[in-house]
């Protein structure tokens, strides 16, 4: 059963006294010669014909390759080396211990036996990669990376703020795997392996050695969350250039081979060494696939995530390190949401992507992923008292949902994308236009209905009830509901255009009027004052050859008339402006704005 999507790790975790990455860890790296183990301890072997039928069909389904004779590797020093990874994970740890590092080998061992395999070109790159789902999160802190640089831990300055907790992973784990027990004892074979070796690299090729390190290390530094949008469109791009060449991976049923050259589409340079990027997205999807299990696993799982970043929140609060970091506040948090918005941005999206390299993925995963996101939103829906769909129409849609999702979200065989173009934020951008941008427009759909029109087609439509139930009766509907509209628009036009003419012809007259009686009075304002200009003259001229101070008088004067003339002149103009922006104006589609 370790090859099933839906295998219960939680389950067995209870069952071999928390100690499940041991059991999970020797199951998969260890077979065939855990399963012979284990069958010779319930007393089954190759007695029997049934029994031995039975066997040989439990070797073929759970592995993939002969590990420990390929690579000469000492049973009693996998363990050794498993047992030490177990150890170095904290149990406080409410989501980042032992038992999530044993769901992510086996998640992983599970997409390898739905077809992922086929995307490894040998048996190292297996190895490599299930090693790197046993060691990913060893050592970890129970507190993210953002807390790691805020608070300017240890590790923070060690690392220089990059991928904190997943350099100290890579660095623990490539650690681990170089501590040896006693001298070799010049057979080849080290004295100290029943008790305390921990290298299961020492019988390799130094060739060897150097892959295997190559590959685990960069796919432990991989599943840095950061990393995630620049990963998913990097691999939109070459899973697209590969299938635009017509050669996927899973198109002759005899062969489980991938094409080699569509393979090379999915090597990198990296560190002077040639990097299968397939193999590292399987470990990041398996890293992130928990809202994709069924239930109630996803939801212990989702429990479990929340309680370990709100003990994070918690301590953050303690220290003043505030604002708190993303998903960490509890008292702002809410589930539902939480879940919808990881589902719709990450982990979907992520497996929409699986489907293009993985098939199987179409019946296996994406089914389930959408019951768990239907499951969360209904949830939400009861929490805002809005109805909830029906089961029965939910398992209906399913199968339409799933596809209707793949042909939304994958990436089509045409579309080509540079790998070096793209960056963090670009690709982020790249996944908020396909998830989040709305179908635009036209200007005739964004028109709007009037009231009273839209009163009497409810009228009309509770009137036809009977020709309702037809479908041609629908469209006849539909017809009539528009004709009325458009009528409506024609009337409100009609309306809207006298009424601008009426208002226009009343601001017209009243302007003339006030225009005419302006002109009046200035007209008798200079006949009954003609004389005042030359006053006013032989007065300064007065003033100024007898120094009297009543000149300053008239001078007050003056500018006490030139103030109310200010304040008449301004008041004109303000009438002038209310009169402008009460006229209105009309758009072409019959709206009205104020200039």
Not at 170 to 188: F, I, P
Not at 289 to 312: D, I, V, Y
Not at 320 to 338: A, E, F, G, Q
Not at 498 to 523: F, G, L, M, P, Q
């Amino acid at each position: 059963r370790l090859s099933r999507w839906d295998y219960d790790v939680l389950d067995l975790a209870v069952a071999c006294g928390d100690v499940p990455l041991l059991f999970v860890g020797w199951a998969i790296l260890g077979a065939p010669h855990a399963q012979n183990a284990m069958a010779r301890s319930l007393g089954v072997g190759p007695d029997g014909e049934l029994h031995d039928g039975r066997q040989r069909k439990l070797q073929h389904r759970q592995y993939l390759c002969d590990f420990i004779t390929e690579f000469h590797i000492p049973l009693p020093t996998l363990c050794n080396f498993l047992r030490a990874i177990e150890s170095d994970h904290l149990p406080a740890n409410p989501y980042h211990n032992s038992t999530h590092a044993a769901d992510a080998l086996q998640t992983l061992f599970s997409l390898l036996c739905l077809g992922g395999s086929s995307y490894a070109s040998s048996p190292l790159e297996l190895f490599g990669i299930l090693c790197a789902a046993v060691c990913h999160d060893m050592g970890h802190p129970g507190r993210n990376n953002s807390f790691q640089v805020r608070s300017k831990s240890d590790l923070a300055v060690i690392y220089n703020d990059v991928s904190v907790l997943e350099n100290m992973h890579a660095a623990r784990a490539t650690r681990l795997l170089s501590l040896a027990g006693d001298e070799d004892d010049g057979g080849g074979n080290s004295a100290g392996s029943e008790t305390g070796d921990l290298d299961i690299l020492a019988r390799m090729q130094p060739t060897q050695k150097d892959a295997f390190r190559s590959l685990f290390r960069r796919a432990i530094l991989n599943t840095d969350m950061t990393l995630h949008f620049a990963q998913v469109a990097q691999m939109k791009a070459r899973v697209s250039s590969g299938i635009g060449r017509g050669s996927h991976p899973l198109d002759d049923d005899d062969d489980d081979l991938v094409d080699g050259r569509y393979l090379e589409k999915f090597y990198q340079t990296m560190d002077g060494r040639s990097i299968n990027m397939a193999l590292l997205f399987f470990l990041h999807a398996a890293d992130v696939s928990n809202p994709a299990k069924a239930g109630p696993l996803f939801t212990e799982w989702c429990e479990r995530s929340l309680r370990e970043l709100f003990e994070q929140g918690d301590e953050e609060r303690r220290r003043y390190l505030l604002p708190l970091s993303p998903m960490c506040d509890r008292d702002n948090i809410n589930k539902n949401d939480s879940q919808i918005g990881y589902i719709k941005f990450i982990v979907r999206p992520t497996f929409v992507l699986l489907s293009d390299m993985i098939p199987n993925v179409v019946t296996e995963i994406l089914p389930v992923l959408e019951r768990n996101l239907r499951y969360w939103e209904n949830r939400k829906k009861v929490e805002l008292g809005l109805p909830v769909d029906e089961e029965e129409e939910e398992a209906e849609e399913q199968e339409t949902d799933v596809e209707e999702v793949v042909e939304a979200e994958k990436v089509g065989p045409n579309i080509v994308v540079d790998d070096a173009t793209l960056s963090g934020d670009e690709s982020l951008l790249m996944e908020e236009h396909v998830l989040k941008k709305p179908k635009e427009k036209s200007r005739t759909e964004e028109t709007r209905k009037p009231k009273g029109d839209y009163d009497r087609n409810n009228n009309n439509n509770n009137n036809n009830n009977d020709i309702n139930n037809t479908g041609s009766s629908k469209s006849y509907e539909r017809k009539r509901s528009k004709d009325n509209t458009s009528k409506s628009h024609d009337k409100k036009r009609s309306t809207n255009a006298n009424t601008h003419a009426n208002t226009k012809s009343s601001v017209e007259r009243k302007s003339s009027k006030e225009y005419d009686s302006k002109k009046v009075e200035r007209k008798k304002s200079k006949e009954g004052t003609g004389s005042k200009p030359l006053e006013r003259k032989k007065s300064r001229d007065e003033n100024a050859m007898t120094g009297s101070s009543s000149g300053g008088g008239v001078k007050a004067s003056r500018r006490g008339s030139g103030k109310q003339m200010k304040k008449d002149t301004i008041k004109s103009k303000e009438e002038m402006m209310a009169n402008i922006l009460s006229k209105p104006t009309f758009d072409r589609d019959g709206s009205v704005y104020f200039s």
